[in-house]
């Protein structure tokens, strides 16, 4: 098994830790047991990491914040995605980044989600700014976008109804 590093390496400074809402935490803490599931069965060399089909596997068990109210209306619900999840394994190494161990990737994720909250003026990171940068970074969305693609979901629907949502 990798053990977790530290977001601090190269001689860079360690990233930020992130603050998100209540919804946002939650599905952290859903993600984070769902990786720790998946590590157990599949005997996982990530430990438990949170990836970013983890992540959105939380964003669709936390029923009522705006991620996943977009994802039900662009007609992905967990019921229907969680035997397509369960097929699913990543490997690689995990970083700690506020008390999570993540996929550099979902790493990355985060801080593209702390600018998406920056520009509507959020200091907190909510689950549309997770969802809306999971989908933002397509090229390199990794198995969380893969997966969305393989349902059928554009991320451009995807976005169009998060605006929507938060134009309410």
Known sequence: MTPAR????????????????AHASNVLVRARRYAR????????????AIAT???????????????????RACGVTWESARPVFDTLTVSG?????????????????????????????????????LLLALIGGASDGGIGTAFLHRLGVQPAAIRATVEQHLAR
Not at 60 to 65: A, D
Request: hydrophobic letters at 30%; one cysteine or more; glycine letters at 10%.
């Open 6 to 21: 530290h977001a601090k390496q190269d001689g860079q400074e360690p990233t930020p830790t992130p603050r998100f809402t």
């Open 37 to 48: 599931q998946e590590a157990r069965a599949t005997h996982s060399g990530l430990s438990g």
């Open 53 to 71: 089909h983890h992540l959105l596997s939380g964003l669709l068990q936390e029923q009522e914040c705006t991620a996943s109210i977009a994802l």
């Open 93 to 129: 190494s995990g970083i700690c980044v506020g008390g999570y161990v993540v996929t550099p990737r979902v790493q990355r994720l985060f801080e593209s989600a702390a600018h998406e909250a920056a520009q509507r003026g959020r200091k907190l990171i909510g689950t549309e700014h």
